[in-house]
Structure formats: structure tokens, C-alpha cells
């Protein structure tokens, strides 16, 4: 939604429909409390929708589809794509993306099997959407020729640039879920010490973690 926002802030403000199933993520991003509600008026219309069943828009309506990390989230992601496919012009693009390393998780697996190696790893990804033709092999059963589908992977070290404060970030209450599977009670203190442990020599040095994600750029053929 972040991504939204920027868009739509953008100076040749285009006119995008942003959907999820989630009425919470929509409710909570139309508060007037959110930082992104200036930004989002205007040419922003928030519909909660099954990504999997587009039904109120027809075809070839859009320029452009944008799912960001979020296509692994849906059971039927073949479907989702298909509904992009259908809904985009022809010419029109869709783009995808999926983490190839996710370095933020990976640090947090370190931090757990550190506290207790028999814990289930929280959040555990499906190894096979790390791998970019997984992603690119969705795009094309939803749709899409393979030749029109271009992948295209972006590492960036991401966070504070200091060690204290990816520790200190690493140890906030987004982490809380991952830290109360850990360790019972979920023992703040305990994790912090944890994670400063498991610091990577990469990590230290440039106070962030490394992600490496999948871009699918796919276009619709046109007609
Ligand atoms: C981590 S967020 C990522 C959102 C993202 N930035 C994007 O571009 O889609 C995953 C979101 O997917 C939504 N979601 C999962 N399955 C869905 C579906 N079938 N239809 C619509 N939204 C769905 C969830 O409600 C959640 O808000």
C-alpha cells in the first residue's frame, strides 16, 4: 500500500484501484490517523475483492497490474494471474515480485534456532517461491506467453545502517509473533541477546540485512 501511495502521489497521477480481501488493511489505510490518507485521495479507490475473481471490472480495462510480495500470500495465485491477464489492456504490463533471499527472515530463523533449535521456524516460506521460475511459471499458466515474460533480480542491504539499530529493530514488537514461538513468554530481553549473536559479519558491517528479490515483468500480447 506504501507503493500505492507513492504512485499516487506521483505528478501524472494515475488513476488506481487498489484491492484486497482484507477489510481491515482497507479500513485501517482510510483512517483519517493513517500517514498515507492525504496522499491516497482523489485517484485512489480502495475495493475489498478476491484478487482470484475480479468480477466488477471488465476486460482489458488496465494499463498496468502491481502485486508487491504478495502473490505467494494467495491460495490460488494461478487464478489471481489470471484475472491480471484478463483485466489488463492489451500491450498492458503486469509486475510481480517475490523475495529470492530474504535475508530479514533468515536472520530471524538464526535468531530462533539459536534460542531453541527443536522450534518450528516461524513463518516458514514455501522453498519453491523463492525460486523465480516459480513465480514466472504462475505468470504463464495465468496467461501470459513466456516469452513476454522478463525476470529481472534486485539485491539491496536494507535497514538502519548500524548495528545497534538492526539489532534494536530486530527485536521490536513486529518480531513479537516470531519471538513468543521461540521462546515461552516471549522474553524480550533474551531475544535481543539473541539477535546480537546471530549478527552476520555483512549484517554488522552495513547495519542492515540482504534481500534479494524476483521482478516479473510480463506484458499481455497485444492484439
Ligand atoms: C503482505 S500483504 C502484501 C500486499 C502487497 N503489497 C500487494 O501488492 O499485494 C498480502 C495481502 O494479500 C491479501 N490477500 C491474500 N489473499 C488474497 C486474495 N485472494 N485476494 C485479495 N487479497 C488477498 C492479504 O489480505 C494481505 O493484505
Redesign the pocket.
Known sequence: ?G?VASLAASPSLPTIYA????TP?IVSLKSPLSPLEEQIKGNVTLIV????DLFIFPNATFTHY?????IF???DPVA?VGEAHHTLRPGGTAALTMWNINGALDLIHRVQRHLRPEAALWWPQEAEWNRGWTLRDVLVAGGFKEEAVRMIEEEEWTGPEDEEGLMNSFSEDYWEDANKATVSGGEREKWKNAVRECLSEGEKESGGVRMVAWIAVATKAPD
Do not use: H, K, P, Q
Not at 19 to 22: G, I, L
Open positions: 500500500m507503493w484491492t484486497v480481501r482484507s488493511m475483492i478476491d484478487s482470484c502491481i502485486r508487491n510480495f504478495g500470500y494467495i491460495l489471481a
